[in-house]
Every structure is written in structure tokens, then in C-alpha cells.
């Protein structure tokens, strides 16, 4: 029997840690409710993988813990910053694995199956999966309102159905040979390809009291803590900086990245949907 519940998520502007702590919660509850007799309280734990100082250390899990892992969606896979940390970090040994990817209504692409992947490489049994749409980072109008409460919902029953095919047990079996898409190439207004891969957000300087707000949320440690108007390290584009700044002062003025934004805008407003995957009975 599962004694212990860890949701670990990997959130920069906190659409997939929603989702996750209550997929991660709900599953948790419903397990407890299903066992009448289980006098032990399972327990419920967080790792926050958005902090590169938390991405350092190593997890291990046994056929006692269930793990909700979650990631989002960029490009159509996983964070390829990411990636290699969910591999290094997170072991298990024949631990149950609920894998969650949040994306901003395009489309999830590979990033399930690159998940499951990791995952199942490293001693994970993946029982249950799903893609749920959030808010794109990049545009308010681009998966507006999402996670909405309808889609929490949709979230609360998979994990009654999920905490059911914990105990019957079964799980999604990934081939080891399966084919990962590749990276999705934005696309600007005109359809030709969006090329704002060295972008960095710019900074208003007359707008920034180096609070240092922005340094701190910077999953990959790229802001200078010193001199908050410089990012001196990589950019994944993730918006973490520019939601939290308390005074607005960051945003990004490449053009071909404000134009794969009016192309997401134009083609992605209407709502996707989310997809809930359990083995077969």
C-alpha cells in the first residue's frame, strides 16, 4: 500500500504546480477514502523543482511512494534546460508514477512520451498520465482562464480513476525505442520561422528598484542578483521574471519573438482540450 504521496513539479509561472498539487492531492484522498481500514495517514510532500539549488540534490523513492511528477510544455517536450535534471535527480525502485504536462493550448506534442521515457528509465512503474491546458506564459489570450474549474474537475476524477488502478494495480507500458517529435520551430505571422532563440527580456530601467524579486524566481539562475537589469546567463523564454516584478518593468521587445506571440494569438485562442491516459483494464 502507498504510504506516502510526492507531487514534484517544475512550475515557473506556477500554471503547472496548480495542477499538479491537486492531481497529486485528489489521488491521495481518494486512496485514503477507497481503504476503510488503512489506519496510517498518507502523507503528502512537495518538491518545488523550479529552484535550480533544489534540481542539485537527489530524490530516491520506493514501491511504497507514489510520485506525481510535472512538467510543462515548451516547444512540444520538455524544457531541454530541464530534461537532463528530471534524469540525474529523481530515482525510483518499481515506484509508482503519475506524470503530468502542462501546455499552453498549441499542442503537448512529445513531451508525455519524453516524460514517461525519463521516468521509466529511471525504476519509475508509470500508472497514469495527462496533458492539462494552462495559460500560455506568453500571451493572456492564449489558453485565457486555464486551468479553468471545469478543468479542475477533470482533474479530480482522473485521480479518483487513478487512485482506483493503484490499487487494482497495471501499468502504461512506453517502449524503450519510442520516437520523441522533435522541437516544435515557433512560427512568425507570416508562417517563416521564429528565430528568438538568444532573446533576453529587456528591462525599464527608470521602472526597476532592483528588488531582486525577478533574480530570485529565475529558474535557471540567469538574472544578476546584483544588478537586476542584466541576465547574464541563458533564457528559456519561460516568463518567470516578467509575471513576478512587482513594478512591470521587464518584457521582451525582439521582434520575432512579439511575432511568434500575434501568430499564437491568431491561431490558438479557441480552447483545447486535456487528455487523461490509464491503462487498459
Known amino acids: ?63 511504497k511512494d507514489l510520485v506525481v511528477v510535472a512538467s510543462p510544455v515548451y516547444a512540444g ?6 530534461a537532463p535534471d528530471f534524469k540525474a535527480s529523481i530515482k525510483g525502485k518499481k515506484t509508482k508514477c503519475v506524470i503530468l504536462c502542462c501546455y499552453g493550448n498549441r499542442s503537448y506534442g512529445g513531451a508525455l512520451t519524453e516524460l ?34 471545469s478543468d ?17 494495480g497495471g501499468n502504461i507500458n512506453l517502449p524503450s525505442d519510442t520516437e520523441i517529435p522533435p522541437y516544435y520551430t515557433p512560427l512568425k505571422e507570416d508562417n517563416t520561422p521564429a528565430k528568438f532563440l538568444k532573446a533576453k ?35 528559456i523564454k519561460c516568463q518567470a521574471c516578467i509575471k513576478v516584478c512587482p513594478n512591470g518593468a521587464k518584457a521582451f521587445a525582439d521582434e520575432d519573438f512579439l511575432s511568434h506571440v500575434r501568430m499564437l494569438e491568431m491561431n490558438y485562442t479557441k480552447p483545447n482540450k486535456n487528455s487523461f491516459i490509464l491503462p487498459n483494464d
Do not use: W
Open 201 to 235: 527580456p529587456v528591462t525599464e530601467e527608470d521602472l526597476c528598484d532592483n528588488c531582486r524579486t525577478c533574480a530570485k524566481a529565475c529558474p535557471v539562475g540567469s538574472i544578476d542578483i546584483k544588478d537586476c537589469t542584466k541576465t547574464t546567463g541563458i533564457c
Open 152 to 168: 479542475f474537475r477533470d482533474v479530480s476524477g482522473f485521480a479518483e480513476a487513478v487512485s482506483r488502478k493503484v490499487i487494482k
Open 1 to 63: 500500500m502507498i504510504k506516502k504521496t510526492t507531487i514534484c513539479y517544475f512550475s515557473p509561472t506556477g500554471g503547472t504546480e496548480k495542477v499538479a498539487k491537486r492531481l497529486g492531492n485528489e489521488i491521495t484522498k481518494s486512496l485514503q477514502e477507497a481503504d476503510k481500514y488503512l489506519n496510517e495517514k498518507i502523507t503528502v510532500s512537495e518538491i518545488d523543482f523550479t529552484k535550480p539549488q533544489t534540481r542539485k540534490e537527489r530524490f530516491e523513492f520506493d514501491d
Open 77 to 82: 517536450r520538455v524544457p531541454n534546460k530541464i
Open 116 to 149: 514517461g521515457l525519463i521516468m521509466q528509465e529511471n525504476g519509475f512503474e508509470i500508472i497514469a498520465a495527462a496533458a492539462v491546458v494552462a495559460q500560455h506564459p506568453f500571451s493572456d489570450l492564449v489558453g485565457a482562464g486555464r486551468p479553468s474549474d
